[in-house]
Structures are given as C-alpha cells and as structure tokens.
C-alpha cells in the first residue's frame, strides 16, 4: 500500500508543476519555454533525462559481462558535449530556431529538411517506445501485479503510464518539462544513493570499505587498451561515446530542445558542458552498485542472473533488501524513464508540427498531433515483445546507429562543407539506402572475419550518408558561375 501512496503523491507533485508551469502558455512555451529556463535547472534535469529507465536497470549489470569499461564510453560523451556546445549550439542559437532540423532547410533544401526530421521521429519513436517498455514490463511485474495478484492487463498499465505523461505535458510542453525533470532527477539520484545505502548495510560496510571492495573486485576494471578485437577496446569506446553524445544529443531535438530554451547562448553552452562532466560520476554510481550487488549475491550464496539488467530487480524489486528499497526501486524507475518519455513526446509533437508540417502557430494542429503520438507511442510500445540479446542499453544504440547515422551524415555534409546539392531529390534515397548498406556490410564482415562492429556503426552510417551527398554534389562556385552565365 506504501508504494501506491509514494507514486500518487509522486504523480500529484507533477500535476501541481504541470498547472504551475503552464499558466498562460501558448506554442512558444511549448516548444521553447518562451527562452526564460536557468541553465543550471536544465543541466541538472537533462542528467536525469539523459539517464533514463534504461540505463537505471541495464547499467549496473553491464559489470557482468563488460566490468567498468562502459565509463571508457562516458569519458567520450565529454569531448562529444564540448563538441555540440561549441560547433552545433552556436549554429541553433545564431539561426533562432525553435527545431534544429530548420538548418537543414536553409543550407541543403527542402528534401534534406523533411528527411532528417523523419529520421529523427523514426528514431525518437522506436529508441523511446523500447526504453519505456522495459519500465512498463518491471513496473507491472513487480508493483502491479503484486500489489494487485488478479490484474493481469499489460495494456493497461501501459496505457495508464502514457495518459499520465500526455496529461501533464499536454498544455506547458518544454517548459513544464524543465521543472519536473529537476523534480525526478532529484527523485531518481536520491532513490539510487539510498540503495546503494541500503546494499553497504547489508554487506556491513561503510564508505571507505565499500570504495575498497569495489576497487578490489575483478568487475572494477574500467579500460582495454590491449584488444583491438575487442568491442571494449577504449579507442572504440571513447569514439563512440563521442560521436554518440553529437548525434543523440547534437542532433537529436529531444536532447537539444531543452538546451534551447535557454536565454542566451552562452547559459546554453555551460548548461551543457555541466551534464556533460556530470556523466561520469553518475553513471559509476551505477556500476558502483552493480559490483555492490554482485559482492551481496556471493555473501548470500545466490547465483547471477545471466541477463545483467536482471541484476538490480533481482534485489531491489522483489524485497530482498526490505520494503524500503522496493518503493526507492520503483521511484527511480519511474522518475528515470518518465523524464525521458515526457520530453520525446514533446519533441516529436514539435517536429512533427514544425517540420512535417511547418505550421508552427497552430495551436489545435499542436494538440491533436500531441494525441496522436501518445497513441502511436503506446501502439509501439505494445508490439514491442523482445528486445536484444544483448543489454537493452547496447540494443537502444545499435538500433541508432542504423536510424541516427543518416542525420549524422547530413549535417557533417551541411557543416564541413560548402558545397549545394544539384538535386534534393536524391537526399532521402541516399539517407535510405546508406543503413541498409551499412547492415549489410556488417552481416557479411562478421560471416567472412569474425569481426562484430559495435557502436562504430554509427560512425560508419553517417559517413556513408556523407559521401552519397558528396558525389550527388557540386562546389558553391561552380553554381555561382553557371547562375551567372545564365
């Protein structure tokens, strides 16, 4: 009965800032906050945002099978942020633009407009639909179904989750999301410092021994610098982890429209240089409680799980750490994956109308579109049944890599170079075919080598994309020339 108190109250603190926050609010506010949010608000909500689900569940048990290594890929999100805040905020900030996908439009045309703000819902609604049902299959696993042994519909508890985020994201959109992702970023790191409290008690350890029984723990080893077969070799991983930050966050209007709703450039350039750092402490607090975890399994005699994102719920959602931890579980889970589910939505509501549509003042276009995502976000959320073999986490960006590594390649093409393409016709037959090429390049170099590509998909993506534009294009002075002969 506790945890159905703590998540009403959970969810009444949201509606209180969801009616706080839109009062007088029109599409400006939904789509940029009117440009008034303080950055140090959004950095600290786009943490939590960032995080999500996903990784709340699937980070500490990478230890199993990965160690520590993952943070060889957050060093990389660094050098990746000082990237997007120094070359792409500039861009967004100089042009006002309410989408990033609009600078697609003033420098390659209408075609490349349309095909990146596609990709873009193409992949903000498969990346998200995947995250949240995870969260929705733990939640009415271990909350719903226990609390309630006869209700056995998943539909509706997916269907209940995503009314709540369309309800109080409906009227205030971005700017309501500044508030109440400060709100669950809060939630969700105090619910992960209490377990990690919890977890020490139960080895009977205090800090400094915690801190020395994770350092002395085979999963402690956090770098590879010796196999460059292996897909946690550090170069391979710091890579990834910098291109992956520039293009699902640089790239992404999810990640950026927050960003935007800063009041001027340079509050958004330390606003994201912030998150940026603030990856690698949060995300070894996880790995920290995943080897916490594995130290508490071997203490207890209990055998691992094969599936590491089991690892966490095995302790924290069935109440072998008592109660406590269970309700601290539940609220991390949701204020983790409800930061990153509210403001997809929004997104896609916004490009869909910006972009698609380029009707950006119309209000009722704005609020049947929003419907209509939630609709469709909950279909795909319930046709998908299985997710990769692998942790969710490593499925999310390797489906990305395929979907993302087209607006990877357009706007390198639109930023490194200053050549006009001929015909904008070609663009999303370029964006199309280069995934394609990609996956098979991949199925046949592991069939004929043995070699398994990674997150270097992406990078491989996109740079096909770019040379497709490449070819299809010609130099800004040989079309001023023909203009003039002309």
Known sequence: ????VTVLVYFAVLMLLSRWTARRSDNDTFYRGNRQSPWYMVAFGMVGASISGVTFISVP????KM??????TCLGFILGYAAVAFILLPVYYRWNMTTI???????LGNKAHKTGASFFLLSKMTGAAVRFYVVCILLHRFVVTPLWPGFTSFVVTVLVMTALIWLYTRRGGIKTLVWTDTFQTTCMFTALLLIIWQVMGNLEMNVGEAVQAIAGDTHSRMF???????????????????????????????MMQKNLTCKSLREAQKDMCSYGFAFVPANLLFMALGVLLVLLAQKEGMALPENGDDLLPMFAATGRLGEVVVILFTIGIVASSFSSADSALT????????????RAGDEQLRKRVHVGMAVVFMLIILMVDAVNSTSVIDFIYILCSYTYG?????FAFGLLTKRKIGHDKVVPYIAVASPLICYALNVIVA??????FGYELLMLNGLLTFFGLWLTSGSNDRSASRSASC
Do not use: H
């Open 1 to 4: 009965m506790m945890i159905v």
């Open 61 to 64: 048990g990478m230890v199993l």
């Open 67 to 72: 160690d520590m290594t993952y943070i060889q």
């Open 101 to 107: 996908y609009s600078y697609l439009q003033r420098r």
């Open 224 to 254: 590879v610098m010796d196999d460059w077969l292996s897909r946690q070799n550090f170069w391979k991983q710091f890579l990834s982890g910098v291109f992956i930050v520039i293009v699902m966050t640089g790239l992404d209007q999810d």
């Open 347 to 358: 997104a896609m509501t916004t490009t869909y109308c910006v972009d698609i549509k380029e």
């Open 406 to 410: 087209p607006l990877l390649g357009l």
């Open 447 to 452: 069939k004929t080598t043995g070699y398994q």
